[in-house]
């Protein structure tokens, strides 16, 4: 007969599972070289302490949020040779020299995104970089879809990237018709992938296009907006939301492809382009050129920490 267990065995065996789940918790941080905020990690604490048997599940499959290791986007000069402190400051950040950009277009409402959206797309001559969260299952949605087509039909090499959640809350755009053009696409981590790894919560809120990277003719259209109706044209009787987007042209457009290589290749997205030939950096100080210049910041699933939060 099974020994009958008494409230001490009880609390002797809950104790060994909340240890246990304590230091698998402590290990997997330390080797995976995991970065939270004191409040996030005070609360996975409290919550295995206190409900091991749902914290430590619950950790190994939403626990991730960002990849560990760094994106290193090209472009960067050594610490050393910045001059001012917030050019030292982002390049001890593992972040690119600033790039000049040329054309900036910030869009009032949303009939100017997506009239620039448009032809951003329609303009584009080599290639086509896409990756948003949500394409939604709507008649501005479709009308993405379609033109990609069209453009990979003219022989552009179009690449979307969605979102695997994102996927599934707009309603699973149909993309046969881009795939039928010669169009490639990819799910950025669906949901049910390997979640033992930590990384059903590791999801790509970037909404980006590049066109022609690398080439005279590059553009970059960025923002907030995720390419559905409710974002451009709203609904009947329900106005469009409002939210910020732009577009530009220049160098600085090569640090945004840079940026969807790299999620592109953790994906597992095919093909794999070769990365554009970068113009020669101009030194940094005063000798640079009074050209405007900005840097991309990544912040987000593959970028193993937020930039902006270690500078405090």
Same mark, same amino acid.
């Given at each position: 007969?099974?020994?009958?267990?008494?409230?001490?065995?009880?609390?002797?065996?809950?104790?060994?599972?909340?240890? =246990?789940?304590?230091? =698998?918790?402590?290990?997997?941080?330390?080797?995976?070289?995991?970065?939270?905020?004191?409040?996030? +990690?005070?609360?996975?604490?409290?919550?295995?302490?206190?409900?091991?048997?749902?914290?430590? #599940?619950?950790?190994?499959?939403?626990?991730?949020?960002?990849?560990?290791?760094?994106?290193?986007?090209?472009?960067?000069?050594?610490?050393?040779?910045?001059?001012?402190?917030?050019?030292?400051?982002?390049? /001890?950040?593992?972040?690119?020299?600033?790039? #000049?950009?040329?054309?900036?277009?910030?869009?009032?409402?949303?009939?100017? +995104?997506?009239?620039?959206?448009?032809?951003? =797309?329609?303009? /584009?001559?080599?290639?086509?970089?896409?990756?948003?969260?949500? =394409?939604?299952?709507?008649?501005?949605?479709?009308?993405?879809?379609?033109?990609?087509? /069209?453009?990979?039909? +003219?022989?552009?090499?179009?690449?979307?990237?969605?979102?695997?959640?994102?996927?599934?809350?707009?309603?699973?755009?149909?993309?046969?018709?881009?795939?039928?053009?010669?169009?490639?696409?990819?799910?950025?981590?669906?949901?049910?992938?390997?979640?033992?790894?930590?990384?059903?919560?590791?999801?790509?809120? &970037?909404?980006?296009?590049?066109?022609? +990277?690398?080439?005279?003719?590059? &553009?970059?259209?960025?923002?907030?907006?995720?390419?559905?109706?409710?974002?451009?044209?709203?609904?009947?009787?329900? *106005?469009?939301?409002?939210?910020?987007?732009?577009?530009?042209?220049?160098?600085?457009?090569?640090?945004?492809?840079?940026?969807?290589?790299?999620?592109?290749?953790?994906?597992?997205?095919?093909?794999?382009? @070769?990365?554009?030939?970068? @113009?020669?950096?101009? #030194?940094?100080?005063?000798?640079?050129?009074?050209?405007?210049?900005?840097?991309?910041? #990544?912040?987000?699933?593959?970028?193993?920490?937020? *930039?902006?939060?270690?500078?405090?």
């Amino acid at each position: 007969m099974l020994p009958v267990l008494t409230l001490a065995h009880w609390l002797s065996l809950h104790g060994l599972v909340t240890v =246990i789940a304590l230091l =698998i918790y402590v290990i997997t941080a330390h080797v995976l070289g995991q970065r939270r905020q004191p409040a996030a +990690a005070v609360a996975w604490v409290l919550f295995i302490l206190l409900v091991p048997y749902l914290a430590l #599940p619950g950790f190994l499959i939403f626990g991730s949020r960002k990849r560990t290791r760094p994106v290193r986007l090209a472009g960067a000069h050594p610490v050393g040779e910045a001059t001012s402190w917030a050019e030292r400051t982002a390049l /001890a950040l593992r972040q690119p020299a600033a790039a #000049p950009y040329a054309d900036l277009a910030i869009h009032a409402d949303g009939a100017a +995104a997506r009239g620039a959206l448009w032809e951003v =797309i329609d303009q /584009a001559r080599h290639s086509i970089d896409l990756c948003t969260f949500i =394409i939604g299952r709507d008649a501005f949605g479709q009308a993405v879809v379609e033109r990609l087509a /069209a453009r990979a039909r +003219a022989g552009v090499t179009v690449r979307l990237m969605l979102d695997g959640l994102g996927a599934l809350m707009g309603g699973r755009p149909e993309l046969e018709v881009l795939k039928a053009a010669g169009g490639h696409s990819v799910q950025f981590v669906p949901p049910l992938h390997s979640p033992l790894k930590g990384r059903t919560n590791l999801r790509n809120h &970037r909404k980006l296009l590049v066109a022609d +990277a690398g080439l005279p003719t590059q &553009r970059l259209w960025c923002g907030g907006r995720n390419l559905a109706s409710e974002y451009f044209d709203g609904e009947p009787g329900r *106005p469009a939301w409002h939210d910020l987007s732009f577009d530009l042209r220049g160098p600085f457009v090569q640090q945004a492809s840079a940026l969807f290589r790299h999620d592109w290749r953790f994906a597992g997205g095919r093909p794999r382009l @070769p990365a554009p030939a970068l @113009p020669a950096l101009p #030194p940094p100080g005063p000798a640079r050129s009074a050209a405007p210049g900005r840097r991309w910041w #990544p912040a987000g699933p593959t970028s193993w920490t937020t *930039p902006s939060s270690r500078c405090w």
